[in-house]
């Protein structure tokens, strides 16, 4: 038996696909991003200030006493951090 068979041998890749953003509609541009995307944005809880961490589509996930937790908190879930003022 042949374990290096073609089949396995040969690493399979797809092409990149090349979309021109210009012609997504807006609720392709909203979700483009949204996995890997989160904004940090201050709030006011309870008369306490606090950052809120929200999806790129807005989505309250987490609240955090400090912006550079909220970040790190981000980061470490593999997504990219976005500050809103």
């Not at 690493?11 to 021109?20: G, H, I, L, N, Y």
């Not at 201050?42 to 909220?70: C, K, Q, S, Y």
Request: glycine share 4%; charged share 15%; aromatic share 4%.
């Amino acid at each position: 038996m042949n374990v290096n068979s073609s089949d396995q041998s040969e690493a399979k890749t797809a092409a990149p696909v090349m979309v021109d953003i210009r012609s997504l509609s807006e609720e392709q541009f909203a979700q483009l991003g949204l996995a890997k995307l989160a904004y940090v944005k201050p709030v006011i809880v309870n008369g306490t200030a606090g950052f809120a961490i929200h999806a790129a589509d807005g989505t309250p996930m987490a609240l955090a006493e400090d912006r550079n937790v909220a970040i790190a908190a981000i980061v470490q879930h593999e997504m990219m951090p976005a500050l809103v003022h």
